[in-house]
């Protein structure tokens, strides 16, 4: 071939046609058009981080929200929903644990808001002879969940990365990783209970509708009374936010008043099964273990049981593994989780972050959310159950949410944005729960 042919030499590039040219040229110019970026753009060094950041606790999430339609455990808030469409409140005597027999029926003693939540759902999938399970409606409630964490830390000013991160921790880096993965009543009115307050704190920082705040409070109330105290934070953000004496009283009617009503149902629900406004039936629960009949033989609610489930939120560690039943000497998987309850300083190490603050970084409304936390953890501590069965200390997501908001408030002054060690921290944490959980449920 002639010097200068296009394919004359080997390992020579070939010149493009002009035809070549000409389509590339019409092509380029499509694509600046229509705005479409490069495929290139898409794997910039900060979008392959990112995937790489988000892609182990977006497959654990996967991993749970499958979970807790598989695994599914007692559905008494279906049964007790179904009761209430046939007109009667008893629920069957086989359906599960923690019952409470009288006058030879059986009854539900948990707050009836969930089964009042679920009660169109379980009416309709009747009408086709189908039961209708928890875990349903449950996956909702969890994928709210995250909504809410990050429209909140949104809300104070977090970047769209960094608000996805504190979600992705508040759901895998804390005991609601637990609560999530399976479908059963116990758990599934504190996925509500987390889904409510949640909602109620990104109301009130998004358009403060203090109507929609009252009958969120009003719900948490007919679910998990240990988490009503929130009320206490908005009743005092009120008076700090609210001048007039004539406004604040239109206000407080707004917030108060559904739980007033709240408290009129439950107490006539209670006198209609028990016939005693004030009685739940959790004096007369059957139990799962000995354990906890001889905690209840102490009181309800008594001092006597602060101590303990102070320790257990505290101080509970996980429980080690030995290689045989006389020696000391540990074997894989060496450390599982305590069905008994774990600190939070475990599943959510990132909480100690508030530890290290001093009395002047809390501002008003601060001080109003640690009383309302404070008050929240007084009435658990007095109370005889310490949630057995649970991976950390379940009983923690009735001031959780506010604490986590808490330390998203404070963090977000210090730092602005989420430092290197603390994105390590908040995801890391998601990875060691899960860990446990596989020993909660004894996949290793």
């Not at 509500?192 to 704190?201: D, E, G, K, P, V």
């Not at 309850?341 to 909480?351: A, C, N, Q």
């Amino acid at each position: 071939m002639k010097t200068g042919d296009p394919q004359g030499s080997v390992g020579s590039n070939p010149t493009p046609s002009a035809k070549y040219l000409k389509i590339r040229k019409n092509f380029n110019t499509l694509i600046t058009t229509l705005h479409i970026p490069k495929v290139s753009q898409y794997f910039t060094n900060t979008r392959i981080r990112q995937l790489l950041k988000f892609a182990v606790p977006f497959l654990i999430l996967v991993i749970v929200l499958i979970l807790s339609e598989v695994k599914r455990g007692d559905q008494q808030f279906s049964y007790l929903a179904q009761a209430f469409l046939d007109g009667h409140l008893y629920i069957p005597k086989d359906i599960g644990a923690d019952l409470v027999p009288w006058h030879n029926r059986y009854y539900w003693a948990l707050g009836p808001a969930p089964s009042l939540i679920l009660l169109p759902f379980v009416g309709l999938f009747s009408i086709f002879n189908i039961f209708f399970y928890q875990g349903y409606l449950q996956w909702f409630f969890i994928l709210g969940t995250l909504v809410f964490v990050y429209k909140i830390a949104r809300k104070i000013a977090y970047s769209a990365e960094d608000s996805l991160t504190l979600s992705l921790a508040f759901a895998l880096g804390s005991t609601f990783v637990g609560v999530a993965s399976v479908s059963m009543s116990w758990y599934f009115s504190q996925i509500l209970t987390t889904f409510l307050l949640l909602w109620s704190i990104y109301e009130y920082y998004s358009r403060k509708r203090w109507w929609l705040i009252g009958i969120l409070c009003a719900f948490i109330f007919m679910t998990r009374i240990t988490a009503a105290p929130i009320i206490i934070f908005f009743g005092l953000e009120i008076w700090r936010l609210v001048r007039s004496n004539h406004q604040r009283l239109r206000v407080y009617a707004q917030l108060f008043t559904p739980s007033l009503f709240a408290i009129i149902l439950l107490a006539i629900y209670n006198f209609a099964r028990f016939h005693n406004v004030f009685e739940q039936g959790y004096l007369n629960q059957l139990l799962v273990t000995p354990g906890l009949y001889r905690a209840r033989d102490y009181g309800l609610l008594s001092l006597s049981h602060v101590p303990g489930n102070i320790f257990i939120a505290f101080l509970g560690t996980p429980m080690p593994v030995y290689r045989d039943g006389i020696s000391h000497v540990l074997g894989p998987p060496f450390l599982t989780n305590n069905p008994w309850g774990m600190s939070v300083f475990i599943t959510s190490p990132y909480l100690l972050y508030l530890f290290t603050l001093k009395k002047k970084a809390f501002d008003a409304r601060s001080k109003y959310m640690i009383i309302a936390i404070v008050a929240s953890m007084t009435l658990i501590f007095l109370y005889y159950g310490i949630g057995y069965y649970q991976l950390g200390y379940r009983y923690a997501l009735d001031f959780l949410p506010l604490t986590f908001v808490l330390f998203m408030i404070k963090y977000h002054d210090g730092h602005k944005k989420l430092s290197s060690a603390m994105n390590w921290v908040l995801l890391g944490s998601g990875v060691v729960n899960f860990y446990f959980l596989l020993t909660f449920w004894g996949a290793i």
